[in-house]
């Protein structure tokens, strides 16, 4: 089996290339069931289609599909053709298994949609493909949303689409927890970033824990910056009753890092535009535009550079 690790505590699996030891003809009589009922036909052995889209063999698969094969079989773990697509970024294989009536939102055994996977793999072609036939952007999981798929992936550009078409920034896994929580826990920078601009809640806690927490679990300083520019408390304290700083080693940058905004009170500059986003809510961005403020301090209240002039 291929597992796909989330973490150091909660491996979660993708996809699988053959079937766990038989199972008795009770377990065989529900699987069948659950099967048909969510309209993907009965629980088979890994299929040819499932083959040539996982490996973005296009022209096979479009010879499958005009005679007649079908694109919902699923395979173990009710992996269908098109989450094998997804999860390997196959775009094309992707577009003709959309356009042969394959289930855009279809589940499997962890609950996860094609869009989770062609989150997960940073596929930005394949997220597009999939919302273009409507893929439900909040589907009801019980674990990752898409949106936390694209920060595990680490591709900004994947969660800025999914910010732009509705996402959740405060979808909570039971893990996890945000997806901001994720993009500091595998310390992509880029992703937190995009996520923070949007108006994601910077002290969000799962157990109290922050992604500050996070940030100075993996003792990454620029995160850290980027998470109390934004408003992260440094003070907060998790489930332990820690602080961010208590997760550093004594006299290491993040320490000091932490130390210093620990000792530091923040200037009045950074107060007001804290209290100004604040207000404006998570559509910071967009309203501080129409409000006739200088460019500079749209700039300012929009976390955007002032422009450099070459002399």
């Known amino acids: 089996m291929k597992w796909r690790s989330l973490g150091p505590d909660r491996p979660c699996m993708v996809r699988s290339t053959q079937r766990a030891a038989a199972r008795n003809a009770e377990t065989d009589s529900v699987f ?44 173990v773990d009710s992996i269908t053709p098109l989450h094998e697509a997804c999860i390997q970024g196959q ?26 996977d062609a989150c997960a793999a940073g596929s930005l072609e394949c997220v597009k493909l999939l919302l273009e036939y409507g893929a439900t952007v909040n589907p009801p999981l019980f674990t990752f949303s898409p949106l936390h798929e694209a920060c595990m992936g680490g591709n900004s550009k994947c969660v800025q689409l999914m910010i732009d078409q509705g996402a959740l920034m405060e979808a909570h896994d039971c893990h996890y927890g945000t997806p901001l ?61 820690k602080k961010p700083i208590h997760y550093t080693s004594h006299g290491s940058p993040s320490y000091l ?14 107060i007001s535009r804290l209290a100004v986003r604040g207000a404006l809510g998570k559509g910071a961005c967009k309203v501080v535009s129409k409000l006739g403020l200088p460019n500079r301090i749209i700039g300012f209240l929009s976390y955007t550079p002032p422009p450099v002039f070459e002399i």
Do not use: M
């Open 32 to 75: 069948v069931c659950a099967s048909a009922a969510h309209g993907l036909g009965f629980w088979t052995d890994r299929s040819a289609v499932h083959e040539a889209a996982a490996q973005g063999r296009a022209l096979q698969l479009q010879q499958l599909i005009e005679g007649g094969a079908a694109v919902n079989t699923v395979a």
């Open 91 to 116: 775009s094309l294989c992707v577009r003709l298994l959309l356009d042969a009536g394959a289930q855009v939102d279809a589940r499997n055994i962890d609950g996860s949609t094609p869009l989770c």
């Open 257 to 270: 890092c932490l130390e210093f905004y620990e000792k530091t009170p923040l200037s009045l500059q950074q």
């Open 181 to 241: 929580h994720v993009a500091c826990a595998r310390q992509h920078y880029d992703c937190a970033k995009v996520l923070l601009k949007a108006g994601a809640n910077v002290n969000a806690a799962k157990l109290h824990e922050t992604a500050l927490h996070h940030a100075a679990k993996t003792k990454n300083v620029d995160l850290i910056e980027l998470l109390v520019e934004f408003g992260g408390n440094v003070y907060a304290r998790d489930n332990l009753h």
